[in-house]
């Protein structure tokens, strides 16, 4: 068996012992240094000597399984263990050493190097071919080239993880950011001393100042489009929309003036001079729309940040860079504090968002200035990951296509893919109209395996009258998602004309190339392929997002397009296996498309499959809990129920000073003592979340909705985390829960594990870690001064941050008129000095330390990264910053930035406090 080591293992005094081990296991000899499994996930340990262990993991890639080395584990302390998060290893109940490899756990792998002696680790091992690891030595700046599955942005975070000082990764989406982030700091990686934002685009935006108002999509664009279509009925709403945003505001010196708009060269737009006159004619009933409407164009407010942004980054990352204009680039650029010190990513080949991208645009806006040798700067990676043999085939034919019939995009463009040997699939057509697209969709409907694709958003409509699965998108939605099998509905069909002028003078012997070799365009008057550059790359696209196979219902088999990419029409369904997924793939699935701003298909999931209820029972949310107040606190009142239910909520919620009211107000004293009383409440309350069995309650969360609001409105994750049930809340998660839902005092999951830990040591020996990593969320996002900050999982304020809105409404005064605040006594009270290392690391457990992150945070600090979430109240004594805000969860899916005050919800609170202890932070009643 090979024996692989983590680069980043430093096995110290111990490395002869760690050879002593490789070489027993090289041999298959599993029981000379006693490799057992542990009851924590994947994980195995092997004997080191009587105090110290391995900690191993084996996985199977091509019917080889390979051992890899994690980390040294010295004196039997697991619970210090970057993997183990925190779990409590009892050696003496572990079971007998293994006797052969026949009984291992070996995970799937998709590539283990043949050679290689160790191996990488983001969120799970991974181990880079040759062309892989030549990027990881090449030194910046550098063009990393190659498509979805390709392995870029493993490649771009590993080669972040080595760069000093304040670096960024920056991208088009959200939701690759937010994962990225994930993937950087899994297994509690140490950055050190490196401080890193992973940012979107829009958030790049926020970090110099939060625009007013959201970005504008097509979406919103193309009602504004249809109130003028009379003036531009020579073009549709996308073609116009990419006009705007890819030409006329993308240039980094500013938006084109009319006279440089007639100038641009004739391959940088798609309408003739006569048209494009007309569109300029109607921008600044374009802009008044946008300020009418409360939306903003990325790129106009790039132009205006370019004079506000000052250098900040050692290092930056841009992946995906395709899907950015010029300007959008140039900002980024900006943030540089040293030319040259930069990696973009990226793929042509995968131009769906309207933006005229070239990668000479990129290595002109990039390596101006920094006399280098541009070729030798660009690394292409050429093995898919992903697609199947079948779908690489297919999609490569899309590019031969493309550059015969275009000649190359550019240098960094011209290469065809391969795909990893051993994964066939199909691509294959099915002629629509017939019994077997019926069929197809009785076998796919009910799979979260199966997706269907079409060209645009218009078409999707007649997709779902014949596919009936909730998993309909058009191209540019489906771009950044993959799935097993992929449906292409009439994308040739629909666009029948242009895609048969798009095969014109296509040779066979164009597409029996090998390779492609990079010429340029003999006619460059020739404005064909921005014309048709929506369609191939849409195509190539949409072929992409398949993992396994891709069935194409078209009109026509015989069209041209489809005979020069060799699909044959058949009647394949037969050999599809009928799919059904469960109802927590579902949910799961439902959650995955909605963090990736797919809310149309995420609510067509909950409504169409899931059939979900509202609950039987009120909940006292926000307005809930105030009509009960009212009830129960009226004076006149007689209602003794709405008291108790307000009373119960107050002692489940531990707010002391609401039951005070209900006392002293109305006479409402169930108990002499309100603390036992209240932890009787919580008790039962929690009783149904700790108990081992589950059944009836994800039998809920499939009725209600795996985040359904309990009475008193907490979600059922929010629950499992305040029981502390470690099973339940791996469950919920598998199930979609949400880690971003928020209660009516402002706590999220993390909140209620993290008061749970502070009440229950038990809970902090056993499986706090294990829950606390697993509802931590990469970073969250402030407001601060008009901008967006930052703050990660790995720095110091992101703990004390949550601390404080866990405990605020436990601290916040009841009778005191001089509130005493927040302290980092309060922080490192016990069991604080138990905590995981996962939670906290030890050295971050002094009181020294925790009192330099306050000060260093706080509204008037003058150190140079001060993110100013608290204020100082007295010595050592802290609020939250009144000035801040919030990006925090809607229940529609989509974010809003809120007061930090409002979230904590202070208005409810004081409304509960002595008058002479209201509004200690300042105009909040």
Known sequence: MRFLTYEGLDPGALGAKVDKVRAAIERDDFRGPDVKKLHVGPYYRAKLDDASRLLLRFVRSRGETVCLALEVIPHHDYAKSRFLRGAQVDEAKLEAALEASSSLDA???????????????????????????????????????????????????????HQPGRVAYVTESAWLAQTARGLYVAHDWDPGEQEADFLSYGQLLESVEVPPGRPVTFRDFRAWFERHRSRLKFTDAHPCFEELRGVITAAPEGPLSAEAYQDVGVRQSIFSPEQRAELYALLPAWRRWLDESGLYEPNLVAHAWLAKLSPRYDFVVVDEVQDLTPVQLALVLKSLKSPGHFIVGGDAHQVVHPNFFSWAKVKTLFWQGLGLDEGRDIAVLDVSYRNSEAVTATANAVLKLKHARFSSVDRESTYLMRAVEGVRGEVRGIRAGSPAVAELDARTRGSVRTAVVVLREEHKAEARACFRTPLVFSVQEAKGLEYENIILYRVVSSERRVFAELVEGVTDEDMRRESLDYRRAKDKADRSLEAFKFYVNALYVALTRAVLNVWLVEDDPAHPLLARLEVSFGEPVGA???????????????????????????????????????????????????????????????????????YEFAGFHEEGALARRLQQEVGFRPSEDFAPW??????????????????????????????FRTPFDLTPLMMAAAAGNLPLVEALLARGARLDARDLLGH?????????????????????????????????????????????????????????????????PARTARYTGWTAARVSRPPFEHFPEVVVRESRRKRTYLNHVLSRSEVSSNYPSSRRLWRRERLGHYVPNPDLSLRVALPDGTEAWRPVLEVLNVRWLESHLLPRAIGRLGGTS
Not at 680 to 704: C, F, G, M, N, S
Request: proline share 6%.
């Open 107 to 161: 995970e799937p792998a998709r590539y283990v190097h043949p050679t290689r002696s160790t191996f990488h680790l983001l969120d799970k091992p991974l181990s880079f071919d040759d062309a892989q690891d030549e990027v990881l030595r090449r030194r910046p700046p550098l063009v990393l080239v190659g498509s979805a599955g390709s392995g870029k942005t493993a490649l771009l975070l590993q080669k972040l993880r």
């Open 678 to 707: 209240s932890a009787q409440i919580v008790h039962r309350t929690l009783k149904p979340y700790e108990a081992k069995q589950q059944k009836d309650l994800l039998w809920q969360t499939e009725k209600h909705g795996v985040d």
């Open 748 to 812: 999220l999951p993390l909140h209620w594990a993290l008061r749970r830990a502070y009440a229950d040591a038990a809970f902090v020996r056993s499986s706090f870690g294990a829950i606390y990593d697993l509802l931590a969320p990469p970073s969250f996002d402030v407001q601060v001064e008009g901008r967006l900050v930052q703050v990660g999982r790995e720095q110091g304020e992101y703990f004390l941050f949550h601390h404080l809105m866990a405990e605020w409404c436990l601290s916040y």
């Open 576 to 646: 599809v296996a009928p799919a059904r997924s469960s109802v927590e793939e579902w949910q799961r699935e439902a959650r995955r498309l909605e963090q990736q701003g797919k809310l149309e298909q995420a609510e067509a999931i909950r409504t169409a499959v899931l059939h979900l209820q509202p609950v039987p029972w009120a909940v006292l949310d926000g307005e809930g809990v105030r009509q009960l107040a009212n009830k129960a606190l009226d004076p006149k009142g007689v209602s003794q129920k709405a008291r108790q239910q307000l």
